[in-house]
């Protein structure tokens, strides 16, 4: 069955540093487009990124657009996200999702908290 | 960026009953559109995309139906496993990909 386990949450200082992984299985990775999506506490769901299938095609919401990278090891079956210069309001839970043809999320991980306090 | 505007954010409905949960566009997304449930704790589940066309596994008193911007999800008689938070999302102009900003479903 397909499964998505997400690790590299914490705690971080305003302006640190933290890298996600999202290790893949069930299905074959390259096969599909994949995203993060967060979730700050007690809101709603907001896509951060996406690439595609080899990393040709990326995008960003605005509210990351450079600070975040987000990348994929298909020989690993892994996902990552290197989140920089972070913010209060980067406070979430982030989600490691697979995108069906590029469009709407049919698996999700089950999260992983990023703080950013002092 | 297309804005979606989910209502109303509180539903109260008795088990058993039907449900109706109703999700905007601020442009048309064709039918481009999916739903999305989310229980205390746990990621969102895939529960419609297409507008209509139920994700694997999910039952059939889940419909979805509209196109353009009117969209509504019906739950026909509520279990108690529904109570939720339900998300719509469009997937027809992106980036960005966006969410409606979600309904609680709530046992009245």
């Given at each position: 069955q397909v499964q998505l386990v997400e690790s590299g949450g914490g705690l971080v200082k305003p302006g640190g540093s933290l890298r996600l992984s999202c290790a893949a299985s069930?299905?074959?990775?390259?096969d599909y487009y994949m995203s993060w999506i967060r979730q700050a506490p007690g809101k709603g769901l907001e896509w951060v990124s996406y690439l595609s299938y080899s990393s040709s095609y990326i995008k960003y919401a605005d509210s990351v657009k450079g600070r975040f990278t987000i990348s994929r090891d298909n020989a690993k079956n892994s996902l990552y996200l290197q989140m920089d210069s972070?913010?209060?309001?980067?406070?979430a839970v982030y989600y490691c999702t697979r995108l069906v043809n590029g469009y709407y999320f049919d698996y999700w991980g089950q999260g992983t908290l990023v703080t950013v306090s002092s | 960026e297309i804005v979606m505007t989910q209502s109303p954010a509180t539903l109260s409905v008795s088990p058993g009953e039907r449900a109706t949960l109703s999700c905007r566009a601020s442009q048309s997304v064709s039918s481009s559109l999916a739903w999305y449930q989310q229980k205390p704790g746990q990621a969102p589940r895939l529960l419609i995309?297409?507008?209509?066309t139920r994700a694997t596994?999910?039952?059939?008193?889940f419909s979805g139906s509209g196109s353009g911007t009117e969209f509504t999800l019906t739950i026909s008689s509520l279990q108690p496993e529904d109570f939720a938070v339900y998300y719509c999302q469009q997937y027809n102009n992106w980036p960005p990909i966006t969410f409606g900003q979600g309904t609680r479903l709530e046992i009245k």
């Amino acid at each position: 069955q397909v499964q998505l386990v997400e690790s590299g949450g914490g705690l971080v200082k305003p302006g640190g540093s933290l890298r996600l992984s999202c290790a893949a299985s069930g299905f074959t990775f390259s096969d599909y487009y994949m995203s993060w999506i967060r979730q700050a506490p007690g809101k709603g769901l907001e896509w951060v990124s996406y690439l595609s299938y080899s990393s040709s095609y990326i995008k960003y919401a605005d509210s990351v657009k450079g600070r975040f990278t987000i990348s994929r090891d298909n020989a690993k079956n892994s996902l990552y996200l290197q989140m920089d210069s972070l913010r209060a309001e980067d406070t979430a839970v982030y989600y490691c999702t697979r995108l069906v043809n590029g469009y709407y999320f049919d698996y999700w991980g089950q999260g992983t908290l990023v703080t950013v306090s002092s | 960026e297309i804005v979606m505007t989910q209502s109303p954010a509180t539903l109260s409905v008795s088990p058993g009953e039907r449900a109706t949960l109703s999700c905007r566009a601020s442009q048309s997304v064709s039918s481009s559109l999916a739903w999305y449930q989310q229980k205390p704790g746990q990621a969102p589940r895939l529960l419609i995309y297409g507008a209509s066309t139920r994700a694997t596994g999910i039952p059939a008193r889940f419909s979805g139906s509209g196109s353009g911007t009117e969209f509504t999800l019906t739950i026909s008689s509520l279990q108690p496993e529904d109570f939720a938070v339900y998300y719509c999302q469009q997937y027809n102009n992106w980036p960005p990909i966006t969410f409606g900003q979600g309904t609680r479903l709530e046992i009245k």
